[in-house]
């Protein structure tokens, strides 16, 4: 396995890739930034083709995962979201009985909410059944946004860019 090189090799492995993809991003802000010309070199590979779009409709949500990444998908009348697949409190998959309603998603174990646009945490485990109980169970993690990854729709492919 190889792990060392220039910034234009291939990596074997995927926290090395990652860590590439991530410098990458930071020196396409500066240049963008900095308003001078970016030079081109596949800026365009950072986005992964996902899922057909026709196969997620309105009020629905996947997990699917890119590499070793998770994600959660979700089409609102809104539109489209792409943030991290597990709620990170008790690191339940949000899409296997989450809810979504006004902007939010909740996770189905103890009702932590997030925000969908930002990540933010509007609730942290309330468990309104047991108040007592969901205290208890806060203070188990620190609050934790939920990632929010860049998604954009193309030639009916759902495709994701995954935050660093």
């Keep these: 396995m190889r792990y060392g090189g220039s910034l234009g090799r291939s990596y074997s492995s995927p ?18 930034m900095s308003g001078t010309a ?15 779009s026709a196969k997620l ?30 709620c990170r409190h008790m690191w339940w998959p949000l899409a296997y009985g989450g809810k979504v309603k006004d902007g939010c998603v909740r996770c189905p174990l103890h009702q932590s909410t997030y925000h969908l646009d930002d990540g933010g945490v509007k609730e942290w485990s309330p ?17 934790r946004p939920l990632q929010i990854h860049d998604v954009r ?7 994701v860019r995954l935050a660093c």
């Design 15 to 32: 926290i090395a890739r990652r860590i590439t993809t991530c410098i990458h991003r930071l020196v396409h802000e500066h240049y963008i």
């Design 38 to 52: 970016l030079p081109v070199n596949g800026a365009q590979s950072d986005w992964k083709r996902v899922m057909k």
């Design 57 to 86: 409709k309105i009020g629905k949500k996947r997990m699917k995962n890119i590499g070793l990444t998770s994600i959660m998908l979700i089409r609102t009348k809104e539109g489209l979201h792409a943030t991290g697949a597990l």
């Design 127 to 143: 468990f309104p059944l047991f108040p007592l109980y969901g205290r208890l169970l806060a203070k188990l993690r620190k609050k």
């Design 153 to 159: 729709e193309i030639d009916g492919w759902i495709e």
